[in-house]
């Protein structure tokens, strides 16, 4: 029992959970923010679903429509998500100096002894 209440009250274990409820969470926002933009696609070009749509007899509405959301959902996805995340990574947690390596400390050493 020792084990089942160390693997529940682990860290990761609440962290993906939290990373799981929040990333349904936030596809709902993203597929609500991919169809009002499909409605403003759907507004210049007459309709928001090319489903029915087969230039010379080939139904090529319904992968336009995929490729199209697609798009909308990477781009809604870099600029709402991954974009924030890195300027506020950046800015509240900057890479450090690059400092002294145990290497270049080690060289040190090695020239001090051999200048004895």
């Keep these: 029992m020792t084990g089942f209440k160390k693997f529940l009250l682990q ?5 993906l959970a939290v990373a799981f409820i929040m990333g349904g969470a936030f596809a709902t926002v993203v597929t609500a923010t991919v169809t009002v933009i499909m409605d403003l696609i759907g507004r210049i070009g007459g309709t928001p679903d090319f489903s029915d749509w087969t230039p010379y007899g080939i ?3 319904a992968w336009f429509t995929a490729v199209t959301s697609f798009v909308i959902m990477a781009a809604v996805v870099y600029f709402m998500i991954v974009k924030p995340y890195t300027h506020a990574k950046e800015r509240f947690f900057p890479e450090p100096e690059p400092g002294e390596t145990e290497i270049d400390i080690l060289k040190q050493i ?7």
């Design 11 to 15: 860290g990761d274990l609440i962290k």
């Design 59 to 61: 139904h090529l509405g």
């Design 110 to 116: 090695r020239d001090r002894l051999s200048e004895r």
